[in-house]
């Protein structure tokens, strides 16, 4: 248990669908991120925020859609999704500062059909 | 972009062996980090190293970095099969960046 908790832990969602993955810190950190990892591939950073304000956008479609109420919850908001958009999406936290730890959720197994 | 790449990607070992994988990466750092995830899981942090230091210990695992080389190694040492999982460094790419590389993939047999 690393104190960052993903919702839900499986999610198998059609082409046409909504939904959306829920991550929840208790730690005290005031950055959340949201990372893609596909088979045999790097983590690929997706979103961060800090201090509820969004600092990375790396290149993601508009069919995910980040958003931060504040600062121990994050959402990524999933529509109209590929089926190579099939992943586990990893939300991590870390503290304020420079070299800090990332605390990870257990992620969310998202499969597109 | 900043990347760190792990090798070799794959790693099969005897318990009780020592377990060695690599790290490079391209542009200047503040600081590596190494993780483990168990198949399936999330990330778990194992050991910083900060850019002025050389070698860090943390109870089996011994992690060396050569800014010059833009390189870092990981040890484990006496491995378990409990050790099996796939590991990971991340290098920072800017405040509140981590990049993280492909892993390396290690098997402990029993």
């Known amino acids: 248990e690393t104190g960052v908790t993903q919702t839900p832990r499986h999610l198998v969602m059609g082409m046409t669908n909504k939904k959306s993955l829920k991550c929840e810190q208790h730690l005290g950190h005031n950055a959340m991120y949201w990372y893609k990892q596909s088979a045999k591939k790097p983590l690929e950073l997706m979103f961060v925020y800090n201090f509820k304000e969004q600092t990375e956008n790396n290149s993601v479609p508009s069919r995910f859609s980040p958003e931060c109420p504040n600062s121990s919850h994050l959402f990524l908001h999933l529509h109209t999704l590929q089926p190579e958009d099939s992943a586990l999406y990893l939300c991590?936290?870390?503290?304020?500062?420079?070299?800090?730890?990332?605390?990870f959720g257990q992620g969310t197994r998202l499969t597109v059909v | 972009s900043q990347q760190g790449e792990e090798d070799p990607q794959a790693l099969s070992i005897q318990e009780g062996e020592n377990a060695t994988m690599n790290c490079s990466y391209k542009?200047?750092?503040?600081?590596l980090q190494w993780y483990r995830q168990n198949s399936g899981r999330g990330l778990v942090h194992l050991i910083l190293?900060?850019?002025?230091?050389r070698e860090k210990h943390s109870g089996r695992l011994r992690v060396t970095l050569d800014t010059s080389k833009k390189s870092s190694s990981l040890l484990i040492t006496a491995s378990r099969a409990a050790d099996t999982a796939s590991y990971f460094c991340a290098t920072d790419a800017g405040t509140y960046k981590y990049i993280f590389g492909t892993g390396t993939r290690l098997k402990v047999l029993a």
């Open positions: 991590a936290s870390t503290e304020a500062g420079e070299g800090t730890e990332a605390f």
């Open positions: 190293i900060r850019s002025n230091e």
């Open positions: 542009t200047s750092i503040n600081n």
